[in-house]
C-alpha cells in the first residue's frame, strides 16, 4: 500500500474530508448537494472546496483500497458508451468481471480497432493475463483486437449476452446526469478512476443473496475506505 495520506495544512478534520469525498463518489450528488448535506450536520464547506478535495485526495484514496485478486477463471465484458464533451464525443471503453467488479476504464476519441487494442493491453498489464473468454456486441473492432492481441480466448460477440456490460454503465449515466456532464476529457478520466474503485469497494458481490450478508459487506467497506483515507474510526 502507498504512503498513508497526508491532511497538513487543511483546517477541516481528516474525517470530514473523508466523509465528503466519499459522499461525491458513491452517490449522484452534485456538488452542491454535497455542501448541502454537510451543513445539515452543522458543517459550513463551500461546494468549491468539496471539488478541491475530490480532486486532490480521490485517487490517494482509491489507489490505496485494494483490488480484487484477478483469476484465470474470469469473463470479460467489454463494451463502450459514448460521451459528449464540449460538443465531441468521445467513448468511454468499459470492462467489468462475471461479478460485475469494474477492471479499466479508458476515455478515447476513437470507436475502432485501436481504440479496442488499447483496452486489451491495457487490461492484460492490470490483471496479469487474459480471461477465460470474453463477451462483447457486434462491434468488429473487439474481434479484430483480440485476434492480434490474445488470439487463445475464446470471444462470444452477442447483443444479449452483455447485459452485465450494459447494466454496469447505469450508474455512471446517474452520475452523469447530476454533475450535468463533463467539462474535459481528463477530468472525467480522472473521476471514473475514482468512482469506480469506490463503487467496486461497496457494492456487495453477486454471491451476497442475504440481508446480514450484504450488511456485513458494507461495514467492511466503510473500514476499508476508512483505512485507505488514514482516518481513525
Known amino acids: 500500500m502507498s504512503k498513508p495520506v497526508s491532511y497538513k495544512r487543511h483546517r477541516f478534520p481528516p474525517e470530514i474530508i473523508a466523509h465528503a469525498v466519499w459522499l461525491y463518489f458513491r452517490f449522484p450528488l452534485s456538488l452542491r448537494l454535497v455542501e448541502e448535506m454537510l451543513l445539515e450536520r452543522g458543517i459550513v ?65 476513437r470507436r475502432n480497432t485501436t481504440a479496442a487494442k488499447r483496452l486489451l493491453r491495457r487490461l492484460l498489464r492490470k490483471q496479469g493475463g487474459p480471461p477465460r473468454r470474453m463477451i462483447t456486441d457486434k462491434l468488429g473492432s473487439y474481434a479484430a483486437a483480440r485476434r492480434q492481441i490474445m488470439p ?11 447485459n452485465r456490460a450494459e447494466n454496469s454503465h447505469l450508474p455512471f449515466r446517474r452520475l452523469e446526469r447530476a454533475r450535468q456532464g463533463f467539462r474535459s476529457a481528463g477530468g472525467l478520466q480522472r473521476f471514473v478512476n475514482v468512482f469506480s474503485a469506490v463503487r467496486n469497494l461497496f457494492v456487495p458481490p453477486r454471491s451476497h443473496h442475504s440481508a446480514r450478508a450484504t450488511y456485513l459487506h458494507r461495514l467492511n467497506a466503510m473500514t476499508a475506505w476508512n483505512v485507505a483515507a488514514n482516518v481513525a474510526t
Open 152 to 162: 487463445e480466448v475464446e470471444h462470444r460477440s452477442h447483443k444479449g449476452l452483455n
Open 45 to 109: 464547506a463551500s461546494y468549491e472546496t468539496v471539488r478541491r478535495w475530490a480532486l486532490k485526495f480521490g485517487p490517494g484514496y482509491a489507489r490505496r483500497l485494494g483490488r480484487k485478486t484477478p483469476s484465470r477463471r474470469d469473463v470479460w465484458h467489454l463494451d463502450e458508451v459514448v460521451v459528449t464533451i464540449a460538443g465531441q464525443k468521445h467513448w468511454l471503453w468499459r470492462a467489468v468481471d462475471q461479478d460485475g467488479y469494474v477492471l479499466d476504464e479508458v476515455l478515447q476519441t
